[in-house]
């Protein structure tokens, strides 16, 4: 048992400390918000295109870099109001810019797949985290309820599932992608993750009762899944964790990995119902 819990330690200060950070920048004001997503995708891409370069690929970090964090922050802007919505057009002149750098690069054995790669980055990275200001301003306005909302509930997945399964785990979840994750743990996480659901529905307004307790479930599904892509790339590359960054939690594709199959999912929820 002492072995299951053996980065606890390390593991609580840093979830703690990160969690403040993120809830004291997401309650406190739009700008602040804003900023700590920027981080996220900035050092998530990084530490993509940093394990991608592991494996041989070659992507192009910097404009790929570039393009990911642009999306980002162009969408909050549109979102905000302050730029026109016919400026999301400019994403796709942009990106494809890619191609044209690619043919100025010296000789590479297989330049499609590192476009791809580069790609991916954008894709898997940033714009999750940009569809999420849709869902910052969903009543047209700022409101920090529904992101610190989502956020509580994807922790407390991660949270039940850590307990859960550590104590309890014996069945295996998805055994040839990640073989520790369990069950009992994904049920733990679950009964946790609906618990703080419900409490969203009770502090936070700006979404009713059965809103909550559909996106319970989505996030349930959605963060679960999201970890399971994050191990498989690992796995693809044979390292254990993306990074070391984060004391106790690997890099911050292994912290938010949970957002970035959940939010597009969240959204999409959102906007259709």
């Not at 330690?9 to 309650?27: E, Y």
């Not at 995708?41 to 592991?54: A, D, H, I, N, P």
């Not at 192009?60 to 919505?85: D, H, N, W």
Request: with cysteine; charged share 15%.
């Amino acid at each position: 048992m002492a072995s299951k819990f053996s980065n606890l330690v390390p593991r609580l200060i840093t979830g703690i400390l990160g969690a403040a950070g993120i809830i004291f920048g997401v309650a406190f004001s739009e700008w602040t918000y804003f900023l700590v997503f920027f981080i996220i995708v900035l050092f998530s891409m990084l530490e993509f295109y940093k394990l991608s370069g592991l494996d041989g690929m070659v992507p192009q970090k910097t404009f790929g870099l570039f393009c990911g964090l642009a999306i980002y922050s162009l969408s909050f802007f549109i979102e905000r109001g302050e730029v026109s919505p016919k400026y999301y057009y400019l994403i796709f002149p942009l990106v494809s810019c890619v191609y044209i750098i690619k043919l100025y690069k010296q000789f590479e054995r297989k330049p499609f797949t590192n476009i791809a790669i580069t790609f991916l980055g954008i894709f898997y990275n940033a714009v999750p985290f940009a569809l999420l200001n849709i869902a910052a301003y969903e009543n047209e306005k700022y409101n920090y309820q529904i992101i610190l909302g989502s956020l509580l509930i994807l922790w407390a997945t991660d949270t039940g599932a850590y307990f859960a399964g550590s104590i309890f785990g014996k069945r295996k979840l998805f055994e040839r992608i990640s073989p520790k994750k369990s069950w009992e743990g994904f049920v733990g996480g679950a009964i946790l993750a609906m618990v703080f659901a419900y409490g969203a529905s009770v502090y936070f307004t700006s979404l009713a009762l059965w809103q909550w307790l559909c996106i319970g479930p989505i996030i349930i599904i959605g963060g679960t899944y999201g970890d399971l892509v994050e191990s498989l790339l690992k796995r693809s590359i044979e390292i254990k964790d993306s990074g070391n960054s984060l004391p106790g939690h690997g890099g911050f594709l292994d912290r938010f990995d949970g957002l970035f199959i959940s939010a597009p999912f969240i959204v999409a929820f959102l906007e259709i119902f």
